[in-house]
């Protein structure tokens, strides 16, 4: 199993931390938010990771090399332009294959990965799903008692920003920049994509303020 961890992003709603870091390198508890990804990861047994760079990729490229100080293999896919979620996504196939891989935004902190273990036949992805942060009330996706996710229905749920993904969701798009949630909610009607509620602690590390709350709460604890 493969992973692609999303950090390419500008980054403007994290501004001025962002003007001269890219956000996947902002630390937190000591270390970037990417590298507590790759750490994670690893200790899934996940080593062969891809990450796609637009913003600063040299920077960030430089601060993690080949990723073997963090126990995976990095594979870089470079965007001269950001290619949002689905074109970063279709652009990467070369390196990630056929098979389902994981799928984690770089922005996003959690307790622990949540990783679901296979897709079911004809399933196209798995989504994690979170409580509705404040910032998000309305949440994204029902999840059904069956484990299937739609647009409509209530109670709805936000998606964490970690999946399990089949390649045919973007396979057969043109190359170039293009969201990945358009094809998320057209398969949610055909009743491809699945979900599971994660009830750790879970943070999408959007703002300064979100990152300076994230650092209060973890203040004094120990980090796995």
Not at 14 to 25: A, E, G, S
Not at 157 to 182: M, Q, S
Not at 188 to 215: A, C, F, I, K, N
């Amino acid at each position: 199993m493969k992973a692609m961890i999303l950090a390419a992003g500008l980054g403007k709603r994290m501004r001025p931390l962002t003007d001269h870091c890219p956000k996947p390198l902002l630390p937190v508890a000591g270390k970037p938010l990417l590298v507590h990804h790759l750490e994670r990861l690893a200790r899934a047994g996940i080593t062969e990771v891809v990450i796609n760079v637009s913003y600063r990729a040299e920077q960030i490229i430089q601060a993690l090399g080949d990723g073997t100080r963090y126990g995976v293999h990095i594979t870089w896919s470079r965007e001269a332009q950001p290619l949002e979620t689905g074109g970063g996504m279709r652009q990467a196939l070369t390196y990630l294959g056929e098979a389902p891989f994981y799928l984690v935004n770089g922005d996003v902190w959690c307790d622990t990965l949540p990783l679901p273990m296979a897709l079911q036949q004809d399933e196209l992805a798995h989504l994690s799903l979170v409580d509705n942060p404040s910032h998000h009330p309305h949440g994204d996706f029902h999840l059904d008692p069956h484990g299937k996710l739609s647009v409509t229905g209530e109670p709805k749920l936000t998606y964490a920003g970690i999946a399990l993904v089949d390649p045919g969701l973007v396979a057969d798009e043109p190359h170039g920049a293009f969201a990945l949630a358009p094809l998320l909610k057209r398969a949610m009607t055909e009743g491809r994509v699945s979900g599971s509620h994660y009830s750790g602690h879970w943070v999408d590390v959007g703002t300064p303020q979100r990152l300076q709350e994230l650092e209060a709460h973890l203040a004094g604890e120990t980090f796995s």
